[in-house]
């Protein structure tokens, strides 16, 4: 009985609870006004947009009454940084490093003290729903995007997606910042419809003013449109009551379970089920994780597939240096399954897909990045063995200094060695192994040791009687 009243009670009081809620995001318009909500005789107001100073994120409030003090949390953890700038007006701040759980979408809430007024309560709670927007959009009206980005869940991780579609149907689709094009973010749907998708990190990095042009290709000829990215409230509120019980947490609804299993595929993408925020809360519930059984069982095979690679460590490296790179690839690719501990996926097939490919990246950075994993070759100018290892670490040191991506090659240094992985192993094998040196034209105290590289002309200049390196050079246009 006394359960029940006290049920009946809680319910009674999360009833009488005076709140208002908005939308922000339903008036779009670049010139509406800030929002604001009015609860308990009291307004609250609060910038449209957060502003970015330098490393910082402020979003700036309002109240119709004066403040003793206030804090920002999420559920009951301190979150955001209170400063009460005036008596009626304050500021909420995060620093770049922090404000990723505010971009993914959680409820931030703003506790409000107040001078006491007869009549009014002395105590409120905002809520903000903040979201990835853009804005400053210019250029062709061929091209539409959604100014809101939608935090998802990919491959068990969160991606901010930024929707879109062209009015006619188009060869392609781009996304360049700053005039250099951003590799792997765009998919499309049909030959209209496009998303693009770009890690928490990254797109919070692009808030730093950067120019996105979004560049669609048609057989006429390519149109462009212009954007800067930020951070701007979406939904705003203020309760007189329990916060938690007024804005609940999400929970794994039937509705949402029914929507996460009846994905297609093996469900990577759950964009389709809701946003991030709200889809996490069936990990755990749904799917499977990344957790120390997959882990040993990935690592069986990651073990599996280094012992045959020997002959490719000794053309690598060398000979001398060939089982501490086969150690140094195991621990990459232990690195990259410890880095992936605890992702969460609707099915196994997307868990092992996912396992598989980690696997494979560490094996693409052990084959493109060598010199990370062993000791550098001893220089000893007067054994022409031991000038051809330096050599040969010369050509990789140089390798890992340059942009493949805006060249005829259009990848970066690990997709090279992962697609080309026997010819750059057959190149670096034949300076370590074979290329003689030659006199260096019209300076005697120099050699050069002339090879390839993936079909270009390669080159390593050292000096005769202390085998320094001078200058590397590998051929791209």
């Not at 505010?102 to 931030?108: M, N, P």
């Not at 093996?266 to 990990?283: E, K």
Request: charged letters at 20%; one cysteine or more.
């Amino acid at each position: 009985m006394r359960a029940a009243l006290a049920l009946v009670l809680l319910v009674a009081c999360a009833d009488s609870a005076a709140t208002g809620d908005i939308d922000v995001a339903a008036d779009g318009a670049a010139d509406a006004a800030d929002p604001s909500v009015r609860t308990g005789d009291t307004t609250l107001s609060v910038g449209r947009d957060l502003t970015r100073r330098g490393d910082t994120f402020v979003l700036r409030g309002k109240t119709s009454r004066t403040l003793t003090g206030g804090s920002g949390f999420v559920i009951d953890d301190p979150y955001g940084q209170f400063a009460q700038v005036s008596p009626r007006t304050f500021e909420l701040t995060w620093s770049t490093t922090d404000v990723r759980s505010l971009a993914d979408g959680v409820d931030q809430m703003i506790a409000m003290d107040f001078v006491h007024a007869s009549g009014k309560p002395d105590h409120l709670t905002g809520r903000v729903v903040v979201r990835p927007r853009v804005g400053s959009l210019t250029g062709s009206s061929k091209v539409y995007v959604t100014a809101e980005l939608t935090p998802v869940v990919v491959d068990g991780l969160v991606v901010y997606r930024l929707a879109g579609h062209t009015t006619e149907a188009n060869a392609n689709v781009v996304l360049l910042v700053d005039g250099h094009e951003e590799r792997g973010v765009v998919t499309r749907g049909d030959d209209k419809a496009f998303a693009i998708d770009l890690t928490p990190d990254r797109a919070i990095a692009l808030t730093a003013g950067q120019d996105l042009v979004v560049n669609a290709f048609f057989p006429t000829g390519g149109v462009v449109k212009h954007m800067k990215l930020g951070l701007a409230v979406k939904k705003l509120g203020m309760t007189t009551g329990d916060a938690e019980q007024v804005w609940p947490r999400p929970t794994c609804t039937s509705a949402l379970r029914s929507c996460l299993t009846g994905l297609p595929g093996d469900g990577d993408d759950t964009g389709a089920c809701g946003d991030a925020v709200h889809v996490l809360a069936c990990q755990g519930t749904v799917g499977v994780t990344i957790d120390d059984v997959a882990m040993q069982g990935a690592l069986h095979d990651a073990d599996a597939q280094i012992a045959p690679l020997r002959d490719d460590a000794i053309g690598l490296v060398g000979a001398a240096r060939a089982d501490a790179w086969l150690a140094g690839a195991h621990d990459t690719i232990e690195q990259g399954l410890e880095d992936a501990f605890g992702r969460w996926f609707v099915t196994p097939a997307g868990r092992e897909r996912v396992l598989a490919a980690t696997l494979e990246a560490g094996l693409d950075t052990a084959y493109a990045r060598p010199l990370d994993l062993v000791p550098a070759a001893p220089v000893v100018a007067t054994d022409a063995a031991a000038m051809r290892q330096v050599v040969a670490d010369a050509v990789l040191a140089q390798l890992t200094t340059m942009d493949f991506i805006d060249t005829d090659f259009g990848r970066t240094l690990e997709g090279l060695a992962h697609e080309f992985r026997a010819m750059h192993v057959t190149d670096i094998r034949a300076f370590r192994e074979t290329v003689t040196p030659e006199p260096y034209p019209g300076i005697p105290s120099e050699d050069v040791y002339i090879g390839s590289w993936l079909g270009t002309h390669t080159e390593v200049v050292v000096e005769r009687a202390t085998g320094a390196v001078v200058s590397t050079l590998v051929e791209i246009d």
